[in-house]
């Protein structure tokens, strides 16, 4: 698996050859590969291409040690990083792959056979994902009316996804229908997503956007310069509040005071029905070395924080537009997936 390392970005352009579950590990944890759908398919690509790796060493011979080898290897990734649920849903759809296949696996030599079968699977999450921003898109843009300014945070488009994106593939969408004038898009404190990232997606797409640092973002709204807040999200629990990138909460709070719309926007694999409120989600906690305070200084470093359902003018999926009161519309969406 060949990973665009997003550390390096926007000044230089390094991948990174990953055939380990340790490399796996060390390139999600450091942000390498980051972005909630993002690390979801990539754990998964990484899982099959580590299995392929342990299948040539011939270190895995029997279907019970293919069983072994995928769940600890998936237990491994899934523990990278704890708020996006994406993560644990792509490696428990991987075991649930290999469990569902196991009559196949053959009594010797059963490696190669595993590594086949998380292949496909990690390209069918992959390929899926692509396919739920293109919906996400395709909703979302249809909420936005001509003229749109529109502010965003971190960065949430074919960087941190397997497609367009989930927040920025909105706007994408709603920039190619002819409808988004403008985008702001937040710096993204402190590991700059917003800045590095948003910023060179949107130089790419040839869209018009200006970075600004995340303290402007009250004064931009005050003064009348946004029409919409749009981000993504980690997770979202079974009544709607839901986890992004720290400082999303300040951003949904600051729309409420302007009387602009708050929207999320994620696939439906973001959603965590088995997480009833927004106190349940874990929050990743950081270095304070990323914030460069003065050794002997404390620092607190959330990585995320939760979006109260309340302040969410409606969730922007791949199953459609879901609004309050968000207990049913979520579950009627999940149904629907699970209808599939
Ligand atoms: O720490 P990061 O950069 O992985 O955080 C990413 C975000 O918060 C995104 O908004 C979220 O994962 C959605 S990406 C489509």
């Known amino acids: 698996v060949w990973i665009l390392d997003q550390t390096r970005l926007p000044g230089e352009t390094v991948y990174l050859d990953i055939d380990s579950i340790e490399a796996a590990v060390e390139a999600i944890a450091m942000l390498r590969i980051r972005g909630a759908p993002l690390i979801g398919v990539g754990a998964a690509m990484s899982l ?5 790796r342990a299948a040539e060493a011939r270190a895995v011979q029997t279907a019970s040690a293919a069983m072994e080898w995928v769940e600890s290897a998936a237990a491994r990734l899934a523990a990278a990083r704890p708020t996006a649920v994406n993560l644990g849903w792509a490696m428990t759809r991987m075991i649930r ?3 569902v296949m196991r009559e196949q696996l053959p009594a010797h030599d059963a490696g190669s056979t595993l590594a086949r079968m998380l292949r496909e699977e990690a390209q069918r999450i992959w390929d899926e994902d692509a396919a739920m921003c293109g919906a996400i898109g395709r909703a979302g843009a249809a909420l936005i009316p001509p003229g749109t300014r529109a502010l965003t945070v971190c960065n949430t488009g074919m960087l941190a996804t397997g497609g367009i994106g989930t927040a920025f593939g909105v706007l994408r969408t709603a ?9 702001y898009a937040c710096e993204t404190r402190p590991l700059r997503q917003g800045a590095r990232l948003t910023a060179w ?12 640092v995340d303290g402007a973002a009250a004064p931009v709204m ?4 946004v029409d919409v807040v749009i981000a993504g999200a980690d997770r979202i629990a079974a009544n709607g509040d839901s986890a992004n990138k720290v400082g999303t909460l300040g951003l949904a709070m600051l729309a409420r005071v302007h009387g602009l719309p708050f ?6 694999s973001t959603i965590d029905p088995r997480t009833a409120t927004g106190a349940g989600i874990p929050i990743e906690e950081r270095g304070a070395h990323e914030i460069g305070v003065p050794n002997g200084v404390s620092a607190f470093n959330p990585a995320f924080d939760v979006t109260p359902a309340g302040l969410i003018t409606a969730i922007i999926t791949d199953r459609g537009v879901l609004e309050p009161p968000y207990e049913r519309s979520i579950s009627e969406a999940l149904s629907a997936v699970a209808a599939r």
Do not use: N, Q
């Open 201 to 212: 997606e949107l130089a790419r797409c040839d869209m018009p956007g200006t970075v600004i």
């Open 222 to 225: 005050a003064s009348g310069r």
């Open 175 to 183: 920039f190619e229908s002819g409808v988004l004038e403008h985008v």
């Open 48 to 52: 099959a291409a580590a299995a392929k």
């Open 263 to 268: 929207y999320i926007a994620a696939p439906t």
């Open 97 to 99: 792959r290999v469990t």
